[in-house]
Structure formats: structure tokens, C-alpha cells
């Protein structure tokens, strides 16, 4: 079971990585065009899925599922613009902070408890993203870029929030399918003005982004049911290492020592936090 969690999880991050791939091959398209595709392409799984099953598109949560659906989009647009200002793998590195803000919001709004050492594993990542910030190019460009991924995070921390207020009263894909419908309209209505029609095989890249979005997510939800959390939730940080990867090879990514210092960091102090995540919910069971 865990070898076949592995592997799911490998599919997953590379699933991911040509999304940001393909994100970055755009740059001549707006970023709400980039959204309105990648939104089409999943509701091409999701809409059939709900279908099939003859399930509810409207849910029972709705205010909650339209909230996590606006929050999810401004995290993804504007994660998907700071890949137009900095090096791929330094996006996602500080998009992967997310659970971070998640946990400091459910300290206040959900009234969970935060273990101290939880705090020192918080404190290793921010200090990567410190040393990202602190030598890597020194540009208005970077610091736009820095801050735009910075602020997804923080949306993408309320995702989890409105995600763990839904629980288990609605399907996934269903919450799924709000996230979508909301970003192709919004995404759709905001594109209008700089809309730019696709040629030849920018057709097959805009709309492989649902698909690669849908199938990395529907990968790593598949390796998180048949292996255990602590072993199998680290290897999404593969998606960072394969990212720079790519970046250095198609789009001739550059990155300094401190910068991969600030990466390892982020990912460690990441992974340390799932560790204790996982042996305090362990330690309750017993």
C-alpha cells in the first residue's frame, strides 16, 4: 500500500508541476484568461462526475462552499501572476506556507490548539522564507512577485479554514465543482477586456490546465487514503524540487545558494509540522 501511495503521490506532484509549467509558458495571456481555462478544463471531469452519480451540484453548505470558492480563486490568481515575477520554485515554496496561516486562523476561528513545538517547526519555515526574501534578487519585480505568492498563502490558509467548517457534509467534488463554476465566471467576466484568442497549440496548453489540476489533485487525495499521513504528505514538496527542475531547464531559471537554502528550510520546517500534526492525532487515539 505505501509503495502504491508513493507513486500516487509522484504522479500528483508532477501533475502540479507542469500546471505551474504550462502557467508560466503563458505569459502572453492575462491572468484571468489563464484562470478561465484552468477552471474549464476541470468542470469537464467534475460536472460529468456529479452527473453520474446523481448528485447535487447546489450542496447543503452553500455560503460556506461560495466562500471557500472566492477565497480559493484569489489564492490561485493571484499565485498564478507571481509566477510571472519570480522563478517557479521559489512560488511554490512560499505557496506551500499555507498550512501556516490555516493553523494560526484556526487558532482564533475554529479554537484549535497549537502544540509549542509546532511554533519552532512554523519558526524553521518562515526563516526560509526570510532568506528567500533577504538574497534572492533584490528587485521591485521580486518583491512583487514575493509578496503576491506570499498572499496567496494567506488565502490559501482560509481554504482550509472554510474546507474544515464544510467537514464531511458535502462530497469533495462538489465543493470542488463551487471552486470551479466561480472561478470560470469570475475569471471569465474579468478576462473579457484583455481576452486574447489561443492559436494553434495554445489551445491544447490552456485547456491541459484543468486536466493536470484536476488529475494532481485526484492523485494525491488517492495517496492520502491508502497510506499514512506522516509519511506520504511530505512527498508533495516533491512538486518544489521538480519545479526547479524543469525551471532551470525550459525557462533558464537561475537561483542562488541562499535562495535553495530558504526552499530546504521552508520544506523542512513543513514536514516536521505534518510529523507532529500526525502523532498528536495518534496520542488522542490512544
Known sequence: MLKKAIQYMIISALAFTFLNVFVKSLNNF???????????GSLFFTIPFLLKKKMSFLGNKRGLMIMRGIVGLISMTLFFLSLKYIAMGTAVSLRYIAPIFATFF???????????????????????VLILKGFDEDSEIQIIGVVLALTSAVFSGFVYIFIRKIGDAEHPVVIVNYFMVISAVIGGLLSINDWKNPEGKEWLILMSLGVFGYFAQLYMTKA?????????????????????????????????IWS???????????????????????????
Open 30 to 40: 492575462s491572468v484571468y484568461q489563464i484562470v478561465f481555462f484552468r477552471a474549464l
Open 106 to 128: 484556526a487558532l482564533f476561528i475554529l479554537k484549535e490548539r497549537i502544540k509549542p513545538i509546532q511554533w519552532l517547526c512554523f519558526a524553521v519555515a518562515f526563516s526560509g
Open 224 to 256: 492520502m487514503q491508502v497510506g499514512e499521513t506522516n509519511q506520504i504528505a511530505p512527498l508533495k514538496y516533491l512538486e518544489v524540487i521538480f519545479t526547479i527542475i524543469i525551471g532551470l531547464i525550459w525557462f533558464k531559471e537561475s537561483y542562488t
Open 260 to 286: 535553495l537554502v530558504g526552499i530546504l528550510l521552508i520544506m523542512v520546517g513543513l514536514t516536521l509540522n505534518i510529523m507532529v500534526k500526525r502523532s498528536k492525532k495518534i496520542n488522542r487515539n490512544y
